[in-house]
């Protein structure tokens, strides 16, 4: 992935990048970062010497035919692990022990502590499971990252990316030992990770909002359905007053 596809990253959009310092050139930690675009996961580790483990939906892995052998192949290939979303608590869990196994063997593990994608640029409420439990647990730093601009090169729709610097910012790495074996207490997980937030949000400088993004999401959703039905109402309501009108001229 760094001298195919990492190399022509950089080579075609020229990112940026500041704190490269703060990465340890061995041992593991976590790298928590904004989740702005699908390209995320390639610039980071693109930037980097050395391998970054993400985790990805076991679909990606498992799906049949030609296409879905690519697919898994390159997921593999780029050092992505599969998440099985089924049982009591899904990916939650799933995602905790990935990311164990990972620090574990003394490696870089990365995580999107927001969930998911943001829908609107904006940084979205950390969910308190995966980042912060692999933290506790294995005692590793966690070091904060921003990625900027992704979302401007390809948008939802746009097939052909747009040629432009992304940026990367890495801050210094979070010490939570002070905590070390206490990944069951609800509030020490909350509390760690909204002090990664509040990190990602100065080193981004994205408008923090206090919500989940699935559940801005949804919201987004709602209101795309309700404008859509608004219209067809409209639409509607202006036929029938047309068609009043012309029975009128008659």
């Known amino acids: 992935m760094k001298f195919s596809i990492g190399g022509a990253l950089k080579l075609a959009f ?4 500041e704190g490269l310092e703060n990465v340890p050139a061995e041992g593991p930690a976590i790298l928590a970062s904004n989740h702005l675009s699908f390209s995320d996961s390639f610039f980071l580790p693109a930037v980097l010497d ?30 992505q692990l599969p998440v099985d979303r089924s049982g009591a608590r899904g990916a939650g869990e799933a995602a905790v022990r990935s990311g164990i196994e990972v620090i574990e063997r003394g490696e870089l593990f990365g995580i999107y502590p927001e969930g998911t994608r943001s829908p609107d640029g904006r940084l979205y409420r950390g969910k308190p499971g995966g980042l912060a439990r692999v933290a506790l647990a294995t005692g590793a730093p966690v070091i904060p990252v921003a990625m900027i601009d992704t979302e401007k090169i ?15 910012r890495i801050g210094k790495p979070l010490d939570f030992s002070r905590y070390h074996g206490m990944d069951h207490d609800r509030f020490i997980l909350r509390s760690v990770t909204d002090e990664v937030m509040y990190e990602i949000m100065k080193l981004s400088g994205q408008e923090y909002v206090d919500i989940y993004a699935t559940a801005a999401k949804r919201q987004i959703a709602d209101a795309e359905k309700a404008a859509r039905e608004a219209a067809k109402e409209a639409g509607r309501a202006a036929k029938a007053a047309g068609g009043a009108e012309r029975a009128g001229d008659r």
Do not use: C, D, H, N
């Open 14 to 17: 020229r990112p940026w990048v």
């Open 50 to 79: 050395r391998k970054v483990t993400f985790i990805a939906k076991a679909e990606y892995f498992t799906s049949p035919g030609v296409k879905g052998k690519l697919t898994a192949a390159f997921f593999k290939g780029v050092g």
């Open 154 to 168: 390809q948008p939802p729709g746009q097939v052909v990316p747009k040629l432009m610097s992304p940026g990367i």
